[in-house]
């Protein structure tokens, strides 16, 4: 088993930035790519971004690319997604998540752990 702790969340004002870390325990041997999805209230699932631990990168939506990136720390076992330029529009539950294969970044069904999710409100 994997385990996902996200923390970070936030109010914060449009056009502020936020940086929201994932750290990951157990057996994360078994796991190859760390992903970031969000949700807003009435939408489905969408995915934000991704990186492998070898670092390679996917990112999302044409809305947070320029915005919004993500890293990772090896040695920390720790994903971040550094958010700048905020719009409220951007407010959702994100979603830290891990799956143990190289494909279908884009689907929450290929991702086998999950963190519990951390909120994000950006006002206008």
């Known amino acids: 088993q994997v385990q996902l702790v996200e923390s970070g969340g936030g109010l914060v004002q449009a056009g502020g930035s936020l940086r929201l870390s994932c750290a990951a325990s157990g057996r994360t041997f078994t796991v190859y790519t760390m992903g970031w999805f969000r949700q807003a209230p009435g939408k489905e699932r969408e995915f934000v971004a991704s990186i492998r631990w070898s670092g390679s990168i996917t990112y999302g939506a044409d809305s947070v690319k320029g915005r919004f990136t993500i890293s990772r720390d090896n040695a920390k076992k720790t994903v971040y997604l550094q958010m700048n330029t905020l719009k409220p529009e951007d407010t959702a539950v994100y979603y830290c998540?891990?799956?143990?294969?190289?494909?279908?970044?884009?689907?929450?069904?290929?991702?086998?752990?999950w963190g519990q999710g951390t909120q994000v409100t950006v006002s206008s």
């Open positions: 998540a891990a799956k143990s294969s190289y494909s279908g970044d884009y689907y929450p069904n290929e991702y086998n752990y």
